[in-house]
């Protein structure tokens, strides 16, 4: 009885485990990085420098992260606005991603 009652406990321990696994991964939030890729590579390139279709090097890019938070959400010229794309928290993983970036020169 007793060997029972632990090969259920494994069993729900070990179902436990699997699904404490799958959360974290579905509702983790997208880094700066990827979704700098995902929404901005195609114009400012995979690190800043590109300029395709004119636009800025984000490298050496001398905006604070009040005006750049703005940029992405309003857009500018011909830089889109990400207003609809974008949360606030996406956008600022983003925004620090681009500091991080224009800081590294
Ligand atoms: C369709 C092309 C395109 C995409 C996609 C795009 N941008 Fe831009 N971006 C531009 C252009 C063009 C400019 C220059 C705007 C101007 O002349 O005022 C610009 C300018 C900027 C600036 C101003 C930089 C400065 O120092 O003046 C920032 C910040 C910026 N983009 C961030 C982003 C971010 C973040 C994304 C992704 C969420 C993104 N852009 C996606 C085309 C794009």
Same mark, same amino acid.
């Given at each position: 009885?007793?060997?029972?009652?632990a090969f259920i406990m494994a069993i729900w321990l070990a179902c436990?485990?699997?699904?404490?696994?799958?959360?974290?991964?579905?509702? !983790?939030?997208? #880094?700066?990085?990827? =979704?700098? /890729?995902?929404?901005?590579?195609?114009?400012?390139?995979?690190?800043?420098?590109?300029r395709i279709n004119g636009a800025t090097n984000l490298r050496q890019? !001398?905006?604070? #992260?009040?005006?750049? =938070?703005? /940029?992405?959400?309003?857009?500018?010229?011909?830089?889109?606005?990400?207003?609809?794309?974008?949360?606030?928290?996406?956008?600022?993983?983003?925004? !620090?991603?681009?500091?991080?970036?224009?800081?590294?020169?």
């Open positions: 009885m007793r060997y029972y009652l436990n485990i699997a699904s404490d696994e799958t959360p974290p991964v579905a509702a !983790s939030a997208t #880094s700066g990085s990827e =979704l700098y /890729i995902r929404y901005c590579s195609a114009c400012h390139g995979t690190d800043g420098p590109a890019s !001398s905006l604070d #992260s009040v005006r750049l =938070l703005k /940029i992405v959400r309003e857009g500018r010229n011909k830089m889109p606005s990400f207003k609809t794309q974008l949360s606030i928290e996406e956008t600022s993983e983003i925004v !620090s991603y681009i500091l991080m970036l224009s800081k590294k020169e």
